[in-house]
């Protein structure tokens, strides 16, 4: 178990991270997420021991090890941009962790197969990286932190420089090969889709700082506040006289007795998202596929159960 107690990361004098805590249980996949300049890639620098904490610990099953050198941690890291060695087949790209170690060469040819099944890769052993697509280079990357059987697995934006397409492909298997094997993890992205995807529990930052904790759930149906509400999409944050709500996406329903006026809709495959106006108030919708063309007026209704009401 990880446990995080009032880390804070200065930089050039300025502060990254200030005063984070949370803890990670046993095969918890936690997401931590953000913007850009959040602190998120900072907090994981410092929990993995490439950069120093000014202040606070961070400690594995009761043992602090927040001074303890990086290659002691038994923490694995997986960058962005992999940092894949080009001289190396994929099997000695795999095996570096386990030669650092000093696995003889039987055992390390064993675990490079055996990781390797986990990425669905087998036979890519003596494969050139230079030769892999972007998401086969991003499977022997992960495949290179798990093979050491690191007590925790920490992931940078691993799949931010792919397509779409394929990054959400990935993100699915990824997903199935840390529950799979039950490896404790955490996350590190920007995108509120991956963390929903794949997390157990996020983790929202914002200016160094936690802005909320909880499971996907938890954070889709009880946002702390108008920031998390907004940056998670959950739907449109109104003010009215001494209170704020959101209006969450999927409140909207038609066939109701409320009318309300089309202001945009824009296509998203299985669905709508649609800006409606009602009265004087305008607001987000996801909405069964159909032809909302602008100044359409919808006969609507609200879900009062999903509008929920923010702390001031």
């Not at 894949?84 to 039987?106: K, Q, T």
């Not at 991003?138 to 697995?153: E, G, H, K, N």
């Not at 909320?212 to 920031?227: I, V």
């Not at 669905?271 to 009265?279: G, N």
Request: charged residues 25%.
């Amino acid at each position: 178990m990880l446990d995080v107690k009032s880390v804070t990361v200065i930089y050039d004098g300025a502060t990254v991270v200030s005063d984070v805590s949370f803890m990670v249980g046993d095969g918890e996949l936690v997401a931590v997420l953000g913007p850009s300049g959040a602190g998120k890639s900072s907090l994981l620098r410092a929990i993995a021991g490439l950069v120093t904490s000014a202040a606070g610990t961070i400690s594995w099953m009761g043992s602090d090890v927040t001074r303890i050198p990086a290659h002691q941690r038994q923490f694995g890291l997986m960058f962005q941009d992999y940092a894949l060695f080009p001289h190396r087949s994929v099997a000695g790209n795999i095996a570096y962790g386990l030669e650092m170690r000093g696995d003889d060469e039987e055992k390390r040819r064993t675990r490079v197969c055996e990781v390797l099944g986990w990425v669905g890769m087998e036979g890519y052993e003596d494969r050139s990286i230079d030769t892999l697509s972007g998401g086969e280079q991003q499977r022997v990357a992960l495949a290179r932190a798990l093979a050491p059987s690191p007590r925790l697995l920490m992931l940078d934006e691993p799949v931010g420089s792919l397509d779409r397409a394929l990054r959400q492909r990935l993100t699915s298997e990824l997903r199935d090969v840390l529950r799979t094997h039950g490896i404790t993890a955490l996350y590190v992205t920007h995108d509120q889709g991956e963390a929903l995807e794949l997390a157990d529990r996020i983790i929202v930052m914002r200016d160094g700082k936690i802005e909320q904790m909880g499971t996907p759930r938890q954070l889709w149906e009880k946002p702390s506040g108008a920031w998390v509400a907004e940056f998670m999409n959950v739907g449109t944050v109104v003010n009215g006289e001494g209170h704020t709500a959101v209006i969450r996406r999927d409140a909207v329903s038609l066939e109701g007795t409320l009318r309300a006026e089309v202001i945009r809709s824009t296509f998203q495959g299985t669905y709508c998202s649609v800006i409606l106006r009602l009265d004087e108030l305008e607001f987000s919708a996801d909405l069964p596929l159909d032809d909302y063309e602008v100044g359409k007026q919808l006969s609507i209704a609200l879900d009062s159960d999903r509008i929920i009401e923010l702390k001031p």
